[in-house]
Antibody
Framework: QVQLVEPGGGLVKPGGSLRLSCAAS????????MSWIRQAPGKGLEWVSY????????DYADSVKGRFSISRDNAKNSLYLQMNSLRAEDTAVYYC??????????????WGRGTLVTVSS | EVVMTQSPATLSVSPGERATLSCRAS??????VAWYQQRPGQVPRVLIYGASTRVSSIPARFSGSGSGTEFTLTINNLQSEDFAVYHC?????????FGQGTKVEIK
């Protein structure tokens, strides 16, 4: 059974850093693109970043470019998101998800349960 | 970026009836649209991709249609487990963007 579990959220002060992780099981992790998606309170979903199976292809939303860094450890079946220079507007539930590439772009399935990141002084 | 606008924000429907959800793109996105269901307390799951291709595990009462800028998710014979929030997503243009969601609630 495919499972994605994201521990690692929490409360952090503005300007601070936090590293999220996502533990994957039930599928061949290294074969799949992975992504982070977030949902701020009362808002819609926002794609944050994705990484290819090998880690050789990475992309970020403009809102996090230069502050967030995605990585993966295929030996540990784990995905990471290093978040620096955090702002109040980064407060959200962060989901990891498998990214399914299509001829153009792609969709996300399955998703982890999400972890809440709160940026507040 | 492409803005996806979902309507209505909330849809009240009786069990057994049909629900029709709309998603409008601010520019043409061909048929590169996916729909997700998020039940209360659960994670989103994809229902439809390519505007109308249903994921194999999804019941046939769910159907998607549309192209360009107008897209529709139809749920026939609403079951209790279908009361949830539904999100549309375009993946035609970078960055891929989501709508604000439509909540389908019991009437």
């Amino acid at each position: 059974q495919v499972q994605l579990v994201e521990p690692g959220g929490g409360l952090v002060k503005p300007g601070g850093s936090l590293r999220l992780s996502c533990a994957a099981s039930g599928f061949s992790f290294s074969d799949y693109y992975m992504s982070w998606i977030r949902q701020a309170p009362g808002k819609g979903l926002e794609w944050v970043s994705y990484i290819s199976g090998s880690g050789g292809s990475i992309d970020y939303a403009d809102s996090v470019k230069g502050r967030f860094s995605i990585s993966r450890d295929n030996a540990k079946n784990s995905l990471y998101l290093q978040m620096n220079s955090l702002r109040a507007e980064d407060t959200a539930v962060y989901y990891c998800a498998t990214y399914v590439p299509a001829a153009v772009g792609g969709w996300f399935d399955p998703w982890g349960r999400g972890t809440l990141v709160t940026v507040s002084s | 970026e492409v803005v996806m606008t979902q309507s209505p924000a909330t849809l009240s429907v009786s069990p057994g009836e049909r629900a029709t959800l709309s998603c409008r793109a601010s520019q043409g996105v061909s048929r590169n649209v996916a729909w997700y269901q998020q039940r209360p307390g659960q994670v989103p799951r994809v229902l439809i991709y390519g505007a109308s291709t249903r994921v194999s595990s999804i019941p046939a009462r769910f159907s998607g249609s549309g192209s360009g800028t107008e897209f529709t998710l139809t749920i026939n014979n609403l079951q209790s487990e279908d009361f949830a929030v539904y999100h549309c997503q375009q993946y035609d243009d970078w960055p891929q963007t989501f709508g604000q969601g439509t909540k389908v609630e019991i009437k």
